[in-house]
């Protein structure tokens, strides 16, 4: 679910030295955005990037960054989407959507205003 549609859809960073990247040299003080949610539907990385199949395995996604700076809070928002989910399915085995989601409209911080659902 973090791959297929990732909360955080880009994060930025600034050079400090000369980076290539592909064919670009970035500059220092230049400044880039990696986009995850497109790094997250690769289809050099992810066979049917575009489909949602919550048993990929590996699922290597970064919709928690990578590196140095890689979310501290990766486990607890694992836990809690494992232990929420987890009940609500379990507990409404109908759930189902009842309408149109509506999307929070925002890019970078992806989210959703509301999303019917019926059992
Ligand atoms: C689904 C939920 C979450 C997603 C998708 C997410 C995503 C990310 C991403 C992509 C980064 C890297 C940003 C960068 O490289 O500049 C990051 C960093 C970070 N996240 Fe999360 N995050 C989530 C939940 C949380 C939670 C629950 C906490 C704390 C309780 C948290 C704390 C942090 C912190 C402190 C950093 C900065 C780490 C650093 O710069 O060394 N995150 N997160």
Redesign the pocket.
Known sequence: M?RYD???QL???TATEPVRVGDVTVEPGQRIA?L?GAANRDPAVFADADTFRPDRDPNPH?????????????P???M??VESLGLLLRELPGLDLAGTPEPRGTFVLRGFTSVPVGV
């Not at 960054?65 to 501290?72: D, Q, S, T």
Request: hydrophobic share 65%; net charge neutral.
């Open positions: 973090l990732s909360a955080l994060f930025e960073r990696a995850l970064l919709a928690f960054g990578a590196g140095v700076h890689f979310c501290l809070g990766a607890l928002a694992r809690e989407l």
